[in-house]
């Protein structure tokens, strides 16, 4: 079957994101030395990051809320006015931080638009997303952004179906197996997995090895020739 419309992840798959979350991770865990140790600190973020996704949904602000209510509860709940100063300003930073791309993305990107219908899926603040990407210069690529809250076969369906001539016809790229892959096979779509380096561990997902629309691919720049084999 002819692909006819492309699905592209933003976060870890089109430019960095993980990493900036890491190096913020270890500024809070020093930040919490005097009163936990590292290991108890990321249990216990990991722990209210799980039980907020539903009420803050992805991204930076929920992540600094859930740093917030961490720092609450290792404290006690009478944490020094400094501690918040400092995680406010983590993610003021966070917000703030450039958008560097991933190597090969723009070439990619640029050859894949002259064939395909390009839309990109992704998780998180609104606001924040829609910055991320004017900053990245590879807006004008995409016939379609959808910025949504959760990321399921019925999502991957309907954007599709909105999009293009439906998942059937469709290929979704992105770093996270659970959230890019997965679903998007589930809904009958075709899915390659390009993975970062890192991976936040709500992200984790064992791979579907031997699908028949699934492929594994080192870069995003062997992404145009699978395409187009599949073509």
Request: proline share 5%; hydrophobic share 45%.
């Amino acid at each position: 079957m002819r692909i006819t419309t492309v699905g592209l992840d933003a976060d870890d798959t089109l430019w960095h994101n993980e990493t900036i979350f890491r190096l913020t991770q270890e500024r809070f865990f020093a930040l919490l030395e005097p009163v936990a140790d590292a290991p108890a600190v990321t249990a216990r973020l990991a722990e209210v990051e799980g039980r907020n996704l539903r009420l803050y949904g992805y991204g930076v602000k929920g992540f600094i809320l859930s740093m917030l209510e961490t720092v609450m509860e290792l404290t006690g709940g009478e944490p020094p006015g400094s501690m918040i100063r400092e995680v406010l300003a983590a993610g003021r930073e966070m917000l703030a931080h450039p958008v560097e791309t991933l190597p090969g993305v723009d070439e990619a990107l640029a050859a894949l638009s002259e064939r395909y219908r390009l839309v990109l899926i992704t998780k998180g603040d609104l606001l924040h997303q829609e910055q991320k990407l004017a900053a990245s210069g590879l807006g004008d690529l995409f016939a379609a952004v959808e910025i949504v809250s959760e990321k399921d076969a019925s999502t991957y369906a309907r954007v599709f179906d909105r999009h293009g001539t439906g998942a059937a016809s469709a290929a979704m790229c992105g770093n996270s197996l659970r959230s890019d892959i997965l679903p998007a096979l589930e809904a009958g779509a075709y899915a390659a997995h390009v993975p970062y380096p890192l991976i936040w561990a709500h992200e984790a997902a064992d791979a579907p090895l031997g699908h028949p629309r699934f492929a594994e691919l080192a870069a995003i720049a062997e992404l145009p020739a699978w395409l187009d084999a599949i073509g």
